[in-house]
Each structure stands twice: as C-alpha cells, then as structure tokens.
C-alpha cells in the first residue's frame, strides 16, 4: 500500500509540475489528485523539491543501464545505442521532459542540479561516443562542439517546437512516432558519415 501511495503521489506531481509549473503546483493540489494525505509528501520525500528530484530519479536510466551502454566498445554502436534510448525516453516521458524544459529556461533554484545530476552526463556520454568515433575514422566532423550541439538539437527540438512551426506541415502526411524516431536517427548517422541500415531500431510498439 506504501508504495502505491508513493506512485500515485509521484505520477500526481508529475503531471501537475508540468501542466502548471513546480512553483505554482502546490503539495496539497498534489495530494487531493492523488488521493493522499497532505502529510505523505513530507513522510516519502522530505517536500516538494525532493519530491521533484525523486521523479526525476524515476525517469531518468540507471547507473546500470548507463554502465552496459558504456561497456560498448564501438562508439558507433554505442551512439546508436543512446540515440535510440533517448527516443524512447523521449516518448515515454513527455511530463518529465517539460518539466526539466521549464526549469531549464527559467533557470530555477534546481536549475544547477538537474543539468549536473540529470542532463549532462548524458550529453557528455555522447560527446564521447563523438570524439572516439572520429579518431577512430567511423564519424566525420570538424567540430566536436558543432556536432554535439547539431546532435542534441535533432534529439530535442521535434518534442518542443511551437505550434507556428508545426504549422507548417498542414496537409503533409502524418507519421508515426516510432516513424519520426527512425528518420531522426538516420539523419543524425548520415550527418556524421555513417550509412547505417534503417529500422534498426526494431518493430514499431
């Protein structure tokens, strides 16, 4: 029972925080959506900011799941690997990315730790896979700064770009996600040199 508490008190706060925002959602708001008493918060979490920082836990890869990708030894392998494990994160934790989205751009008081605890050691896993890839001849660039950030551009705005800009698109053909997924994919490879084979990425779920 305490630990579905816990669930519905994380998946409340998670989609309050990034409806209204951290500072305008309250504990008690929090609460009543997940059927819980105002007091659980502080007996679970210790507040609202720890609150924040444990579904942030929640969402984000293991240090295991990070220590098996690390393993890889074929940075080409391995930054398909992250690719395809930010595109699934990515769809699946819609809240969780406008949540660090809003914190980001308003440079809240958490601003700092989620950068440190969260986002960056992602991005410096792939400028690593980057910089190994092209010493070892498999990537083709000349700045490593250029196609981090030409990277982590591709993997980031197609879940944050306005209305105006998808109005653009009116009357084109819809396509999946797991369809926006794939050709993000080849396009960040083929930028970099690399011919990879499409759809390697599995079966649409």
Request: charged share 25%; glycine share 8%; proline share 3%.
């Amino acid at each position: 029972m305490s630990e579905d508490v816990k669930t519905r008190i994380l998946d409340a706060a998670e989609r309050l925080f990034a409806v209204k925002g951290f500072e305008a959602t309250s504990v008690r708001q929090i609460c009543e959506e997940a059927g819980a008493n105002v007091a659980l918060v502080s007996y679970h979490f210790g507040g609202k900011e720890k609150l924040l920082f444990a579904l942030l836990d929640r969402a984000f890869p293991s240090d295991e799941v990070y220590a098996e990708i690390d393993a890889v030894a074929d940075p080409e392998e391995r930054l398909n690997r992250f690719i395809i494990g930010y595109l699934d994160y990515a769809n699946e934790q819609q809240y969780v990315q406008k949540i660090i989205s809003q914190e980001i751009l308003m440079r809240s008081a958490r601003y700092s730790k989620i950068i440190e605890t969260y986002t960056s050691p992602f991005w410096k896993r792939i400028s690593r896979a980057l910089q190994e890839g092209r010493a070892q001849g498999k990537f083709e660039f000349s700045s490593l700064k250029a196609a981090v950030l030409n990277t982590i551009g591709a993997l980031i705005y197609p879940h944050m770009a306005p209305s105006d800009v998808m109005g653009i698109f009116e009357g084109e053909e819809e396509i999946s996600t797991y369809e926006q997924g794939e050709a993000t994919r080849l396009y960040i490879l083929r930028g970099l040199g690399v011919n990879p084979k499409a759809g390697e990425r599995g079966s649409e779920r």
